[in-house]
């Protein structure tokens, strides 16, 4: 008998005496999202029809200006519960699925956006691959479609850069569509920090991990809430709340720069001394004052983030502000598996 399908009893049994817990939890964060948000209901419910079991459908409203929520509220489902959660503004997905993850009642939870990007479709084979005993089933975007080549571009880059600073590898082109076990979301709803950088912290506590490839469809309708400014701003956070590499590197340039400048001192003054050269004139001063001036500014800058981030972790405002929170039962009276 494998490991993992040992592992799979072991937790068939652990969840025994939790009966009353729906199979999944589906969380979908949503800013805005009028345009789709029905045709998204309607997938969903009719993958999750099939699966049989008993789930539960979490809609987190960012702060939508539009009728979202007034759509979300009207959803029933006759077998699922359907958890609507309203945040009192926008707080961004991360906080958007810090809340989903922490109202879910799940025996696993899976993310998904609510611009069908993520096909539901595929929710079937992710918990085939939970049930096999995989904790973590991350989807790897194979192709990515209505993106630019600009954007493909960047995100590799983006990932790239990541993982040759960060201590934990950190999947590529997996977004945040993944299911995951009710152990790893309650050590994941453990972490404290405020600045969520959510796909690093999905990868932290490890467990046993799959991934599955899927090509990324287009949006289905309205506008993507990404631009180039929050990707840097990705970056930054991604870098600096999962290493502290960027730390070191300025002092390997302090060294290094320093170390430049003793030798080239000696050079300067054996020079002097042997062959009673002159000084060379104040283009090479004005060089090295400008290259040291350079990274100083450069090191304090990246200090300057650290300690950015210690301020807003040391403030301990919630992640997240509730202002609204609906739950609606299954309307058929029906016994499920
Ligand atoms: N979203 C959110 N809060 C935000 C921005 C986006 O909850 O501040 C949701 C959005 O409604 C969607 C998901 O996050 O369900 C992904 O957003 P989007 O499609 O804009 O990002 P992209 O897929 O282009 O990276
Ligand atoms: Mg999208």
Redesign the pocket.
């Known amino acids: 008998m494998s490991t993992i399908t040992l592992l799979s009893q072991h937790r068939d049994k652990q969840n025994k005496g939790k009966e009353k817990s729906p199979l999944l939890s589906i969380i ?6 009028e345009l ?1 948000i029905e045709e998204c209901h309607k997938r969903v419910c009719a993958v999750l029809d099939g699966l049989n079991e008993h789930c539960e459908i979490i809609y ?5 200006s539009d009728s ?1 929520v007034k759509l979300a509220s009207s959803f029933s489902s006759e077998y699922h519960q359907i958890v609507t959660i309203c945040l009192s503004r ?4 991360e ?3 810090s809340a989903g993850l922490q109202a879910a009642k799940g025996q696993a939870v899976i993310l ?4 069908l ?1 993520d096909p539901p479709e595929l929710i079937p084979a992710m918990v085939n691959e939970w049930k096999q005993g995989f904790d973590v089933v991350d989807m790897q975007r194979h192709k990515r479609h209505g ?1 630019s080549w600009f954007k493909r571009i960047t995100a590799a880059a983006f990932y790239k850069l990541i993982n040759s600073m960060s201590d934990i590898p950190i999947p590529q082109n997996v ?2 569509f993944r299911l995951i076990d009710r152990r790893v979301v309650d050590e994941i709803n453990k972490l404290p920090e405020r600045t969520r950088f959510m796909k690093g912290l999905f990868a932290w506590p490890g467990f046993r991990r799959t991934t599955l490839q899927f090509d990324r469809d287009a ?1 289905q309708a ?5 631009n180039y400014t929050k990707l840097v701003h990705l970056a930054f956070e991604g870098i600096t709340s999962f290493s502290t590499r960027p730390l070191r590197l300025a002092t390997a340039a302090g060294l290094f720069t320093s170390l430049a400048a003793i030798i080239m001192a000696a050079v300067v003054f054996t020079k002097t001394i042997i062959w009673g050269d002159p000084v060379a004139g104040y283009p090479s001063t004005i060089m090295i004052v400008l290259l040291l001036g350079g990274v100083q500014l450069l090191s304090i800058g990246l200090m300057g983030e650290y300690v950015g981030r210690l301020f807003i972790e040391a403030k301990q405002r919630p992640l997240f502000v509730v202002m609204d929170q609906t739950i609606k039962n299954a309307t058929a009276n029906v016994t499920m598996n």
């Open positions: 979908i964060p949503m800013y805005n999202e789709v987190v409203d960012d702060g939508s979202s926008n707080f961004g997905k906080a958007a699925m998904i956006d609510a611009d990007q993106e977004g945040d949006r309205g506008e993507t809430k990404w």
